[in-house]
């Protein structure tokens, strides 16, 4: 029921794709329940294959039928089948990916600047049944990712995360920050705009020397050390990647920085102990991970461990409402090939109400789905320089494949609005929760005009 939720809450009208999705596998289960049964008592049970070959026939020949189209002039045809069925028609996009992903097919040129600035006049972006049935399996408490136990997450994570340090520094760069960054100038690089988005953030929560700072779902555990050195915080990570938790303390003990300045925590938010108390909490585009049907637990949790007086900062990566195909075909693509577990990206009315029903009161939200385009950019840009060096020689081809993709269309997404990503502040609805210091000159933070 969750998955049906959330597809309701992306769709604006009756007929944008999660509705069509969700009303055509609803009402066509009814429809051939219904038909079945009078074929078999009315013609007999041999006859009851007939709707489905008329479907398959139906959807192959006449649904599935794409429009003509160059699609040579932008990709390389590498099997002489896929070449034939695809060459001068567009090509659905989640058959292209599949056939990139298997080496059958490669651009003729920069994959990031195709997809761009080309992507309409060769792609066709309805979804086939493989697709479809993926969808189904959502559906079905076993198969889907919104039942989230601990260890079910744990693997999860593991399996993306754990993939290798080297890995990510490919891509992410020395910072090793796997979130969005903030630009101040398109000029700025991306380790520029990555401090930028760490002195942002303290300074959103308000961090002060000495004061407790948790940071849930913290990857390599920059945002915890520059915490800890620059605001003087006593800064707390929690990861549940076991490499991203050694790298943290490795750098943390370089750095100079104590156990007591830069702890991590290598364990689950639902593990960490329930006495622990801090002023500032923040979830940077970790909550999209927790699962749809655990939210509330998530949220809750947060809650009993931030001070009546603390803030709460949430980053999220989210999806516009009212999704085209083009918007639905990236989320379904990240979900089924990427973060497999990240269902609770959505627009952003349903973390606002998941927050007030969890008894937040928002402050402040900031949409910064255009520096995450610029974020991504730079991350694809590095890791194209960077796939075919040495010490990535032992990953495995797909997936290099899989990470130029992901990277150039995410790119696209973000910078065309499909996808964004939010910044959220938020704190305990409590009567006694003292306002007014959202009403001094240093709450207004260095990088607005607001502060003289």
């Known amino acids: 029921m969750e998955k049906i939720g959330v597809g309701m809450a992306m769709s604006r009208n009756w007929d944008d794709p999660p509705m069509q999705i969700l009303l055509t596998l609803a009402g066509g289960a009814v429809v051939l329940i219904i038909g079945e049964y009078y074929i078999a008592t009315r013609l007999g049970a041999a006859y009851m294959m007939l709707p ?35 060459g001068k028609n567009k090509i659905p996009m989640h058959i292209l990916v599949a056939e990139f992903l298997n080496d059958n097919v490669a651009f003729k040129g920069d994959c990031y600047e195709i997809l761009a600035n080309h992507r309409q006049e060769f792609i066709d972006w309805r979804p086939d049944f493989g697709l479809i049935s993926f969808i189904l399996a959502q559906l079905i408490p076993i198969t889907s990712s919104s039942f989230k136990s601990i260890a079910a997450t744990a693997h999860e994570i593991a399996d993306h995360y754990d993939r290798g340090n080297d890995f990510f520094n490919a891509f992410l760069g020395p910072k090793m920050i796997y979130t969005s960054a903030f630009y101040q100038g398109l000029d700025q690089t991306l380790e520029q705009a990555q401090v930028n988005k760490l002195n942002m953030l303290c300074e959103k929560v308000h961090l002060k020397e000495g004061q407790t700072f948790l940071d849930i779902g913290c990857g390599w555990g920059t945002l915890v050390r520059h915490a800890a050195s620059k605001f003087k915080a006593k800064a707390t990570g929690v990861t549940l990647s076991a ?89 379904l693509f990240m979900s089924r090939y990427i973060f497999p577990g990240a269902d609770a990206s959505t627009p952003l009315y349903w973390y606002i109400k998941q927050l007030e029903l969890a008894g937040f009161e928002v402050h402040s939200v900031e949409t910064v789905g255009r520096h995450y385009s610029h974020t991504l950019h730079a991350w694809y840009d590095n890791w194209m320089t960077n796939k075919d060096s040495p010490e990535l020689a032992s990953y495995p081809s797909r997936l290099k494949r899989l990470w130029e993709l992901f990277l150039a269309w995410s790119t696209v997404a973000a910078g065309i609005g499909s996808a964004t990503c939010y910044q959220i502040v938020c704190h305990k609805n409590m009567y006694s929760f003292p306002r007014d210091i959202f009403t001094t000159a240093e709450s207004a933070g260095t990088r607005t005009m607001l502060r003289t």
């Open 52 to 86: 489905l070959i008329v479907c398959y026939l139906y959807y192959h020949f006449v649904a599935m039928s794409t429009p003509p189209a160059d699609t040579k002039k932008y990709l390389e045809f590498k099997n002489a089948k896929v070449a034939a069925k695809w």
């Open 243 to 331: 490499e991203g938790a050694a790298w943290c303390r490795a750098q943390a003990k370089k750095e100079g920085l104590s156990e007591v300045q830069c702890e991590i925590l290598n364990c689950d938010y639902r593990e960490i102990p329930k006495d622990r108390k801090f002023d500032a909490i923040s979830a940077v585009e970790m909550a999209e991970h927790v699962g749809i049907a655990n939210f509330q637990l998530f949220l809750g949790s947060v809650r009993s461990m931030l001070k009546d007086e603390g803030l709460f900062y949430m980053q999220v990566a989210g999806l516009r409402k009212g999704a085209n195909w083009e918007d639905t075909q990236w989320g």
